[in-house]
C-alpha cells in the first residue's frame, strides 16, 4: 500500500473545503487597490522625452544665468560709504562709522563732452540723422505745436548745427546777398572767354 503524506489542513471532514480563508468585502477591495497598483509600474507613453525636453529647458535656463560673458550683476560701490550712528539722546554720545572702500584717487576734473571729443564732421553727421530731431523738425515744419523742452533741445541743437557748420566752412556768414554777387561776377568773367 502506498504512503499518504501528511498536510496541515484540519482535514477534509466538509464538502467544498478548499483550506482558503474567506476575506471580508473590505479586503477584497484592498486586495483589488493593490493588484491595481501592481499593474501600473512604469511610465506613460512618451514620459522619457517629455522629461528630457523639460530637463534640457531648465539646463539652458540654468546656463543663460550663469553665462561667463554676462557678468555679475552685483553692485560695485563707486565712491566711500559713509555708515553714520546718531541717537537722539543728548547724554548718549556715538562715535561715527566711516567705512572707507579706498582711498579716492585725487583726480583734476575736465569738463569735457563726448560731443567734443567728435570731429566736427561726424558730429554734423550724427546730428543731421538724428531721428528725434528730424521727426521735431518735421512736426514744425507743418506748424504742429511741440512741448516746450522739445522745443529747447531743438533750437540747442539747430543752434549746434550752425556752429559746425560755420566751423567746417560750409556756411558763409555774409549770407545769400554775397552768393547772388558771386553768380554774376562768374558770369561776367564767362563773358570774357567767350
Request: no cysteine; charged share 35%.
Amino acid at each position: 500500500m502506498s504512503r499518504i503524506k501528511k498536510s496541515r489542513t484540519a482535514g477534509n471532514s466538509q464538502e467544498g473545503y478548499t483550506g482558503k480563508r474567506k476575506e471580508t468585502s473590505s479586503q477584497a477591495q484592498e486586495a483589488k487597490e493593490r493588484k491595481r497598483k501592481g499593474k501600473l509600474k512604469g511610465n506613460k507613453s512618451g514620459a522619457r522625452n517629455v522629461h528630457q525636453s523639460a530637463k534640457s529647458a531648465q539646463q539652458h535656463a540654468q546656463n543663460d544665468l550663469n553665462h561667463k560673458r554676462l557678468g555679475s550683476k552685483k553692485a560695485i560701490s563707486l565712491g566711500q560709504k559713509e555708515v553714520i550712528n546718531v541717537s537722539k539722546d543728548v547724554k548718549a554720545k556715538v562715535k561715527v562709522e566711516v567705512k572707507k572702500s579706498q582711498p579716492m584717487p585725487k583726480v583734476k576734473l575736465i569738463n569735457e563732452t563726448v560731443e567734443n571729443k567728435l570731429s566736427p564732421a561726424k558730429e554734423l553727421e550724427l546730428l543731421e540723422n538724428d531721428p528725434r530731431l528730424n521727426d521735431l523738425l518735421e512736426q514744425l515744419d507743418s506748424e504742429e505745436s511741440i512741448d516746450d523742452a522739445d522745443q529747447i533741445w531743438v533750437e540747442k541743437q539747430m543752434a549746434r548745427h550752425q556752429v559746425l557748420m560755420t566751423k567746417l566752412g560750409w556756411i558763409d556768414e555774409d549770407g545769400e546777398e554775397d552768393l547772388i554777387q558771386q553768380f554774376e561776377d562768374a558770369s561776367s568773367a564767362l563773358d570774357e572767354f567767350k
